[in-house]
């Protein structure tokens, strides 16, 4: 009994042992020594017991032997859980210690997972956090609403604030404001409102930020009245910011532009003007793209000669309107003068810019003078998106120039720019115009070789220029080919063949 009790008090010792070693640094040298002394202490005792016992134990009275043998196990389960306590206290000592670090961990980890799209997780980790004990602080529990919002995962968004509401930490401004902007992602805009109602009962004061994103959508709704009653409380709100008032006022004035209201959104700006609010950069831009939407490009330049005098600064946004409104009237000359002006002004035209000036000339048959732009764009270092490429390509083709287009094709690959369907189509487009069927087939050709395929506009080309010029049976091999691609005829592929079947008939 002695060498079983020995055996065994030595196992619990070595094996705790072990345990402390394996975690290397993550326990402290205190919590070993308390494993090992409440080990070498239960060995002691063990022995203390069967030499008190020896007399009895030489008498051999099964009685004695089997009350030893109870006390011994009562004995061993006070120990162990004295033991327990013991490591536990220990524990909990040193984890003072990094208790802080783990929890920055978690909420770092948290957020992490968040941004990574992977919120069963993100949940999971949180509820382990609770049952700990430890309660993530509120802008972690904002992260999870963001995510759940942008995911469209509204309900488990509520349930997540609901519980907040009970347990904690208590949901804020900032929670409210992610939560109602979720709804109005969903075009629910009443569930938005409920949601607002809310706040107040749950003791949140709605800010500014609140009311933007609710008459942003109030607006897209086309619910302009309600968007408008929302705005006046805001401008009659004691506790309203200026700077907060004229962003919520410029978002009602927008959404009554894109809402076809323009006298509503003038009324707004002249009370705006009335109110004394300082009309910044941004008021003026959407009063300028207002105007350009409903093609007034005579008060967009009023406005924007105004905005000039009251020393406000236009900014890139303001000239890209500009720009896009004079090329969607047909005003080239306008919009060329607006790209020169920007840049003596101090504002660099961006890809944009050149984009709508290159499509606006190519559109109205000025290829040579977006082909200037090009050129300047790519002296400015700016290496053109391939739709860039591909309208130029396009123009050149149109007007019958293939080696130009050929030429800015070149150049497009020399600047990295890799040719895409579209580009081939616009030079299939440019033989077949041309009259160089062959030239078209060898084109699509390099196409396939380059791992593009062809699409149904591709097709349409080829079999509409095979039935103009009398290759029926050819029209029919790229119809059979397109259909081995599984490449789906329109319309025009079936209106093609038809009229080419119908020719061949009155011929025969």
């Given at each position: ?12 010792c070595?094996?705790?042992h ?9 326990l ?17 005792t063990?022995?203390d ?9 030489e ?6 032997v ?17 033991m327990r ?19 920055t ?11 990574e799209?992977k ?10 956090m ?11 529990h ?10 469209g ?32 992602l ?8 409920d ?44 506790h ?24 509503q959104?003038?009324?707004?700006w ?5 109110m ?5 950069v941004?008021a ?10 409903s093609?007034?490009?005579?008060n ?13 600064l ?5 000239y ?13 000359d306008?919009?060329?003068?607006i ?19 290159i499509q606006?000339l ?33 123009g ?8 130009k ?40 050709k390099e ?5 593009i ?22 029209a ?5 080919e ?22 061949r008939?009155?011929?025969c």
């Amino acid at each position: 009994m002695a060498v079983f009790a020995s055996v065994s008090s030595s196992k619990k010792c070595g094996s705790a042992h072990n345990r402390a070693s394996r975690h290397g640094n993550r326990l402290p040298f205190s919590l070993e020594d308390l494993i090992m002394s409440v080990g070498n202490q239960y060995q002691v005792t063990t022995q203390d017991w069967f030499s008190q016992k020896k007399g009895n134990d030489e008498e051999r009275d099964p009685q004695v032997v089997f009350n030893v043998l109870d006390a011994m196990l009562k004995d061993s389960l006070d120990r162990l859980k004295t033991m327990r306590e013991s490591v536990s206290l220990t524990k909990i000592g040193f984890n003072g210690c990094i208790l802080e670090v783990d929890y920055t961990g978690c909420v770092a980890m948290i957020k992490n997972l968040c941004l990574e799209g992977k919120f069963r997780a993100a949940l999971w980790l949180r509820n382990k956090m609770i049952l700990k004990g430890v309660i993530p602080d509120v802008i972690t529990h904002n992260h999870l609403v963001s995510g759940l919002c942008k995911a469209g995962d509204l309900e488990k968004a509520d349930k997540l604030v609901r519980e907040m509401l009970e347990i904690g930490p208590s949901p804020n401004c900032a929670t409210y404001n992610t939560f109602i902007k979720g709804y109005c992602l969903t075009n629910n805009v009443d569930k938005a409102l409920d949601l607002f109602s809310r706040m107040a009962y749950d003791g949140i004061r709605p800010n500014n930020i609140t009311c933007s994103i609710l008459i942003h959508a109030l607006c897209k709704k086309g619910l302009l009245k309600d968007a408008r009653k929302l705005l006046e409380k805001i401008v009659g709100d004691d506790h309203g910011k200026e700077t907060s008032d004229i962003i919520t006022s410029t978002i009602f004035m927008d959404g009554c532009f894109k809402n076809g209201d323009m006298a509503q959104a003038l009324v707004h700006w002249d009370e705006m003007l009335q109110m004394g609010s300082r009309i910044d950069v941004v008021a003026y831009n959407v009063l300028i793209h207002g105007f350009c939407l409903s093609q007034d490009m005579h008060n967009a330049s009023r406005y924007f000669c105004e905005m000039v005098k009251r020393g406000l600064l236009p900014d890139i946004f303001t000239y890209n309107t500009l720009i896009s409104g004079f090329c969607k009237i047909g005003n080239l000359d306008e919009a060329c003068y607006i790209h020169g002006v920007m840049s003596k002004m101090g504002v660099a035209p961006d890809p944009t810019s050149y984009k709508m000036i290159i499509q606006g000339l190519c559109i109205h048959g000025d290829v040579t003078r977006a082909s200037q732009f090009l050129v300047r764009m790519l002296k400015n270092l700016m290496v053109p998106e391939p739709l860039i490429w591909n309208v130029i390509i396009d123009g050149h083709g149109r007007h019958g120039d293939i080696g130009k287009a050929f030429f800015i094709r070149d150049l497009m690959v020399s600047f990295g720019v890799l040719p895409n369907v579209f580009t081939y189509n616009a030079l299939i487009h440019a033989q077949i115009k041309g009259g160089n069927i062959v030239d078209a087939h060898s084109t699509k050709k390099e196409m396939l070789s380059t791992g593009i395929y062809p699409d149904v506009v591709t097709y349409n080309l080829l079999i509409g220029a095979a039935c103009s010029f009398g290759f029926f049976h050819s029209a029919v091999w790229l119809y059979d080919e397109m259909l081995r691609r599984g490449c789906e005829p329109d319309e025009i592929t079936l209106n093609a063949l038809i009229h080419a079947q119908m020719r061949r008939r009155k011929h025969c």
